[in-house]
């Protein structure tokens, strides 16, 4: 397969060229930072580092995280680093705890993050003349528009679908001949399912590749989509406090994870608990630092997504640096009885019993002082009978490859085909009633 590049000299930069250039931009952007953003020079003083004391890229480890709450703390424009009159765009993300963060754009953040989105696309396998499906939300949200700009600056044709509606969703894709999908993986799953209802084989569309993210999915989710949907599942990272999405790509040769767009974004991997920079290789918490961006610049933002990165070298040539698919987010790692349990991992297992559907809630709750674990699980249309004793059966063997895996006892309630909740973005995977 002939691997195509959007920026090849930059793909394929020798890491000592990328890394100069990492270093120059990381320089220039401390010391705008700490003359600009009052917070920002508090927190460099309080730690007892200057601009100039950044002389390596190693050095980046003394400067202080950045925190969703420093977001909010300074919401909605505290830490913008330009006068307002220069951003032209702002987003922010929902916020089911507190106050929502903010970000903002100026025109030339914009052009850089359409040329890194296009990118992307390219890296999926993308080009001019795809007929490019953008299922992600349009709005405050960074999904929609940010696709939506790469796709143009692309060359490619955008349909702006947006999240909802999938009946709809499916006649366009049938009828405009979509070839590449973006959603959420849990939304296209929806997407199989009204595909379905409809009558409309997947094998009769025009789909090649998918790009999923904005919530983690597991290796076996990617086989279950690519199978329902005759189509590459490829992964995309990003988070609207680094820029949106196109901070990492899957290509299609790789199978460990995604190329960080390193020109741009500077990664980390940290100990949550310590604090500490962990070596080449090991898994924890992703960090980022951005490069580039003018509006709002962050410095060592913790992502709580976790992950590992990947330094050999990938088959398709970019020697842009691997992160793994995220396992998991800091604060999604659910304790039960002492035991750290990811939706993931949950969501691994299921992926691979016949009989069950790719959707499902897992309830904790406590009954005396002891944490519970309910795993609600769709079975298939097919398996779904009146026979009690199967399914029976079924919810035992489930209940049993939990405690192999995972080590946690868990009911499991199997529950009819189409019952659990359908989401048009992010799946909610997990209803904790511990802290209601
Ligand atoms: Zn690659």
Not at 58 to 76: A, E, G, I, S
Not at 202 to 207: C, E, G, H, I, K
Not at 294 to 310: C, M
């Amino acid at each position: 397969m002939k691997v195509r590049y959007w920026n090849d000299e930059i793909e394929t930069m020798p890491r000592t060229g990328l890394e100069s250039i990492q270093l120059i931009r990381l320089q220039k952007l401390i010391t705008r930072v700490y003359t600009t953003v009052e917070p920002y020079r508090k927190k460099m003083d309080a730690a007892g580092i200057a601009p100039e004391d950044i002389q390596s890229l190693d050095d980046l480890r003394r400067l202080p995280f950045t925190t969703k709450d420093d977001l909010r703390d300074n919401y909605p424009f505290g830490l913008f680093t330009v006068p307002m009159e220069e951003v032209v765009r702002v987003h922010a993300s929902s916020g089911t705890t507190g106050k929502p963060t903010v970000v903002g754009y100026t025109q030339k953040d914009i052009e850089t993050w359409s040329n890194i989105m296009a990118r992307s696309l390219v890296c999926a396998g993308a080009h001019k003349g795809d007929m490019i499906h953008n299922a992600y939300g349009y709005g405050l949200f960074t999904g929609g528009l940010g696709a939506h700009y790469g796709i143009e600056r692309l060359g490619a044709a955008a349909i702006p679908v947006s999240g909802g509606n999938s009946r709809r969703q499916v006649t366009i894709m049938k009828d405009f001949g979509s070839t590449v999908l973006l959603s959420t993986p849990s939304y296209a799953l929806n997407l199989a399912e009204a595909m379905d209802t409809l009558g409309v084989d997947p094998r009769s569309l025009s789909l090649r590749v998918g790009i999923f993210g904005a919530e983690p999915w597991s290796e076996n989710m990617r086989e279950e989509v690519e199978q329902k949907l005759n189509l590459k599942a490829t992964d995309i990272y990003g988070l609207s406090e680094v820029m949106g999405p196109g901070v990492a790509m899957e290509c299609l040769l790789s199978n460990k994870g995604m190329h960080i767009m390193e020109d741009h974004f500077l990664p980390e991997i940290i100990d949550p608990d310590t604090e500490e920079v962990l070596p080449p290789g090991e898994t924890g918490e992703l960090v980022f630092t951005t490069l580039t961006k003018e509006a709002l610049p962050i410095i060592r933002y913790r992502t709580k997504d976790i992950s590992r990165l990947v330094y050999e070298p990938c088959s398709c040539g970019r020697t842009l640096v691997r992160m793994e698919k995220v396992t998991g987010r800091t604060d999604d790692m659910l304790i039960i009885r002492g035991v750290n349990v990811f939706p993931s991992q949950v969501e691994h297992v299921l992926m691979s019993v016949d009989e069950v559907e790719p959707h499902y809630q897992i309830v904790v709750d406590r009954e005396g002082n002891l944490d519970t674990m309910q795993l609600l699980v769709e079975v298939g249309e097919q398996f779904f009978s009146d026979k009690i004793r199967q399914l029976q059966g079924l919810g035992l063997h489930i209940q049993k490859e939990i405690k192999d895996y995972l080590g946690v006892t868990c009911k499991v309630k199997l529950v009819e085909p189409k019952t659990i909740e359908r989401s048009e973005g992010k799946a909610q995977r997990v209803i904790d009633k511990r802290k209601i």
